[in-house]
T-cell receptor, first 111, second 110 residues
Framework: NAGVTQTPKFQVLKTGQSMTLQCAQD?????MYWYRQDPGMGLRLIYY???????DKGEVPNGYNVSRLNKREFSLRLESAAPSQTSVYFC??????????FGQGTRLTVV | GNSVTQMEGPVTLSEEAFLTINCTYT??????LFWYVQYPGEGLQLLLK?????DKGSNKGFEATYRKETTSFHLEKGSVQVSDSAVYFC?????????FGTGTRLQVFP
């Protein structure tokens, strides 16, 4: 059972570079989420997608874009990385019972 | 708006001690409530959940009761083990958003 798969697991970027974090789920869930986790601040919602074809801003969307490519995949793009975006990023999905399932995370460092 | 407030950690306990981690929430509508656990270097795993008032979620000796009158969902365990050391997150879902508290680190010593 793969669940939620995120790639890559680790990444180092230089300031100004761009990258896309990939997320895929195999549980046929409608809802998908991107969070960032910073020390002392818990998980903050960046963007979410309630269903294929829809995306909405969360608490901290600035500097990010997302694409819900299809029901399985939800990607997060940093167009011009900044040191403030150094964080651990988690993708999650949720189905009808509202329970969230999480990927293993992507540890991103922007230097 | 919708939000979750957890007690700050770290919570430090000896093995076999009683654990309480407080969680209160603010929500419009009728949220589902969750406790997640995160072990070092890993993602979050669902620990337990409750979907309506007065429901009790339980798993692995942990329990939490959905209290609508006090808007609370406190996590308890009667006898903690060293292996319970982790970060615990309280969360709610209302409509399509899944919202988390800041997390509480639990450290259990032998």
């Amino acid at each position: 059972n793969a669940g939620v798969t995120q790639t890559p697991k680790f990444q180092v970027l230089k300031t100004g570079q761009s990258m896309t974090l990939q997320c895929a789920q195999d549980m046929n869930h409608n809802s998908m989420y991107w969070y960032r986790q910073d020390p002392g601040m818990g998980l903050r919602l960046i963007y979410y997608s309630a269903s294929e074809g829809t995306t909405d801003k969360g608490e901290v969307p600035n500097g990010y874009n997302v694409s819900r490519l299809n029901k399985r995949e939800f990607s997060l793009r940093l167009e011009s990385a900044a040191p403030s975006q150094t964080s651990v990023y988690f993708c999650a999905s949720s189905g009808g019972d509202r329970t969230g399932f999480f990927g293993q995370g992507t540890r991103l460092t922007v230097v | 708006g919708n939000s979750v407030t957890q007690m700050e950690g770290p919570v430090t306990l000896s093995e076999e001690a009683f654990l309480t981690i407080n969680c209160t929430y603010t929500a419009t509508g009728y949220p589902s409530l969750f406790w997640y656990v995160q072990y070092p270097g890993e993602g979050l795993q669902l620990l337990l959940k409750a979907t309506k008032a007065d429901d009790k979620g339980s798993n692995k000796g942990f329990e939490a009761t959905y209290r609508k009158e006090t808007t609370s969902f406190h996590l308890e365990k009667g006898s903690v083990q060293v292996s319970d050391s982790a970060v615990y997150f309280c969360a709610l879902r209302v409509t399509d958003k899944l919202i988390f508290g800041t997390g509480t680190r639990l450290q259990v010593f032998p």
